[in-house]
């Protein structure tokens, strides 16, 4: 007979953004009230790495404003891109990788995408994944 857990579960909390003055005041009871992240977890029904990264934040660049996300969100496979890589993929009968078509593109369109990091695998599967209907199985 299986045992039963003697921890507590917690439902999971959706994800909600923080707004600034919550930020500002999660702030404030930590350093001035000298609160928990525990408590300030319980009053706000927040993570504790999302209350964390606040009071680190703070800590290190004495801002409370949301940090931008990391990576570049701003690769734009064109059409003649996504042409090619169509045309590789039906022509390879569907067994390059994306680190294959991304050498590809990067030798094909070298002013577009001068290193590996101006162009993710990720992006190229998200594009990939948006043009399925033009792949031929």
Known sequence: MPKESTQTTHPRRTITKTTEATREQICKDHFLDQMSVKEICTKYDLADNTVRGILDRFRETDEIAYKPRGGARNVKIKEDHSNYLIHLINAEKHVLTLRQLRGKLMENFPSDFPSESSLSLTAINR???KQK?????
């Open 127 to 129: 594009h990939l994944k």
């Open 133 to 137: 209907q033009h792949i031929q199985k």
